[in-house]
């Protein structure tokens, strides 16, 4: 159930494809041998209003991954390197691109159609 949440600088919904990003990052944790479930395989961009960075150009993309416990460190350093090498691919002109994962803490609690 990994959940991909890039926030990014305000404007890079115009001059890039954010939507295209989501739609690959979401097929490669779906095809990832660690995702039993691709049904529950979320991504989502969020616009921030504002920020400062240290670089120029003063653009961003940070992925936060969120997923449950259990994976091992190399799967999770993997799927790290593959959302970094994502991004890159589609926003190689953003000042700074990171990626950050968290586990989520038990009881996790969903409700799907």
């Known amino acids: 159930m990994p959940h991909i949440i890039i926030e990014h600088s ?3 919904e115009d001059s890039h494809d954010l939507q295209a990003l989501c739609d690959d990052l979401w097929q490669k944790f ?3 041998h ?6 529950t395989v979320r991504t ?3 616009a921030a209003t504002a920020s400062r960075i240290g ?3 003063q653009s961003f993309a940070h992925a936060t991954l969120l997923l449950l416990p ?3 460190d190399e799967v999770r350093t993997e799927l ?5 090498d994502t991004l890159q691919a ?3 002109d953003v000042g700074s691109l990171t990626v950050r994962l968290d586990d989520i803490q038990q009881p996790y609690m969903k409700r799907m159609l």
């Open 10 to 12: 305000g404007g890079l």
């Open 30 to 32: 779906a095809d990832h």
């Open 34 to 39: 660690s995702v039993t479930a691709p049904d």
């Open 44 to 46: 989502r961009t969020i």
């Open 55 to 57: 670089v120029e150009p």
């Open 70 to 72: 259990g994976r091992s």
């Open 80 to 84: 790290a390197q593959l959302t970094l």
């Open 90 to 92: 589609h926003l190689p």
